[in-house]
């Protein structure tokens, strides 16, 4: 009896062919990429013999130069004997504070006017409603104009307005009080930091918890030890101090306390009414994109319209909101670039200065493009990781 051995499958064939789509697809890939870096360093080398021979100096060793500009309204340490780099890393700053706060405020304000625009009671939908459509319609930068002009109309520092005390507004700005901070004040503000933040993955816990079995679970004890306890523990035991420095005027001008410069105010002011109320109507769309049966099954379990609202709707509606509300928070980031209408010092006005002043306006002109899309990139990243995150998973 012959026993016969079994065939061997046929070896699979390893040969590269661009009738395969994905080695086709790849193939023109890297075609287009090397396309567009020879492009770009066919532009660069152009450029760079320009320059060259228009005997024009290139590269970024001025940063390492003394600058010589005066900032007024800086948050770190800088005098005009400081590097151009210094400079820069001011004006980053400066653009900075005007997005990040810019972005929470504007999200806050503008959620509450979209939520006021779908309010049963007639005048707080016909106020929102107002608010939205007038400062939509009204360019930003004319916006800008109308509130640097205002602030520049307020009384002088002798005659500023005082509406509580300690609180000066002038045309030199709003002037507040401040508590100094040293190293005990930061670690104690850190600890309050993280106790919200663990506190927050604690409530969301006891919430999902609730929504499974019905019982309420107080969420005050945990408040109070993350919240209180814990941060005033650490600013006992560093011994931080959290006196209060009230602004005096003195002369002409005030001493002590936060003064607010008026470019800043006023640039900060128009962004965010501008941008809230774009948000609004984000908001109230994403919550009109839930349906109504949501509103309904929350009714039918005696759930509050608050809570339905914050704790069932908003969740849902937030996988309507986010897209777009980047588009927002991106707009608001770059509008900042406005600043220079009003003479506040943010990375374009010191960009434009410093060229200005060497002639690296490549270099300056890069600076800033980098910039703006260092930002921008971050915050794009941030929300799409957030808009993955909530989701909707289907089953």
């Known amino acids: 009896m012959t026993t016969s051995t079994p065939k061997r499958p046929p070896s699979r064939s390893w040969r590269l062919s661009l009738d395969d789509p994905r080695v086709a697809g790849l193939f023109w890939q890297i075609l287009v990429v090397g396309i567009a870096i020879a492009i770009v360093a066919w532009l660069w080398s152009n450029a760079v013999h320009n320059l060259s021979v228009r005997r024009i100096s290139t590269g970024f060793a001025f940063?390492?130069?003394?600058?010589?500009?005066?900032?007024?309204?800086?948050?770190?340490?800088?005098?005009?004997?400081?590097?151009?780099?210094?400079?820069?890393?001011?004006?980053?700053?400066?653009?900075?504070?005007?997005?990040?706060?810019?972005?929470?405020?504007?999200?806050?304000?503008?959620?509450?006017?979209?939520?006021?625009?779908?309010?049963t009671n007639w005048l707080l939908s016909r106020l929102a409603a107002v608010y939205v459509e007038v400062l939509r319609d009204l360019p930003l930068l004319l916006q800008l104009l109308f509130w640097y002009v205002l602030m520049q109309g307020l009384p002088?520092?002798?005659?500023?307005?005082?509406?509580?005390?300690?609180?000066?507004?002038?045309?030199?700005?709003?002037?507040?009080?401040?508590?100094p901070l040293h190293e005990a004040n930061l670690w104690t503000l850190l600890a309050l930091i993280v106790g919200l933040v663990i506190f927050f993955i604690v409530r969301?816990?006891?919430?999902?918890?609730?929504?499974?079995?019905?019982?309420?679970?107080?969420a005050w004890p945990y408040a109070v030890g993350l919240v209180v306890a814990v941060p005033a523990l650490v600013s006992v035991l560093l011994g931080a101090s959290w006196g209060i420095t009230l602004p005096e005027l003195r002369g002409f001008n005030f001493v002590g306390g936060l003064t607010v410069a008026p470019e800043y105010f006023a640039l900060l002011i128009a962004l965010v009414t501008y941008t809230s109320a774009f948000i609004a109507e984000i908001v109230r769309s994403g919550i009109q994109a839930v349906p109504r049966g949501q509103w309904d099954a929350a009714k039918a379990l005696g759930l509050k319209k608050s809570f339905a609202l914050q704790h069932i709707v908003l969740p849902q509606a937030l996988r309507v909101i986010i897209p777009p509300m980047t588009s927002q928070y991106?707009?608001?980031?770059?509008?900042?670039?406005?600043?220079?209408?009003?003479?506040?010092?943010?990375?374009?006005?010191?960009?434009?200065?410093?060229?200005?002043?060497?002639g690296q306006a490549i270099e300056s002109i890069a600076l800033i493009m980098m910039v703006f899309l260092t930002v921008s990139l971050g915050i794009s990243l941030f929300m799409n990781w957030y808009n993955a995150r909530i989701a909707l998973v289907e089953r």
């Open 204 to 218: 969301r816990r006891l919430i999902a918890q609730q929504m499974l079995d019905g019982r309420a679970r107080p």
């Open 330 to 358: 991106l707009n608001l980031t770059k509008n900042s670039s406005l600043a220079v209408a009003v003479g506040y010092q943010d990375i374009v006005s010191i960009a434009n200065t410093t060229l200005n002043q060497t």
């Open 156 to 179: 002088a520092a002798r005659q500023a307005w005082k509406p509580v005390e300690g609180v000066f507004l002038s045309n030199r700005g709003l002037i507040l009080p401040s508590v």
């Open 63 to 119: 940063l390492g130069r003394e600058a010589g500009m005066p900032i007024s309204d800086s948050w770190i340490d800088y005098t005009p004997k400081n590097t151009y780099l210094r400079a820069f890393i001011v004006g980053l700053v400066n653009t900075l504070r005007v997005a990040v706060i810019g972005i929470v405020l504007a999200t806050v304000i503008g959620t509450l006017v979209g939520i006021a625009r779908l309010s």
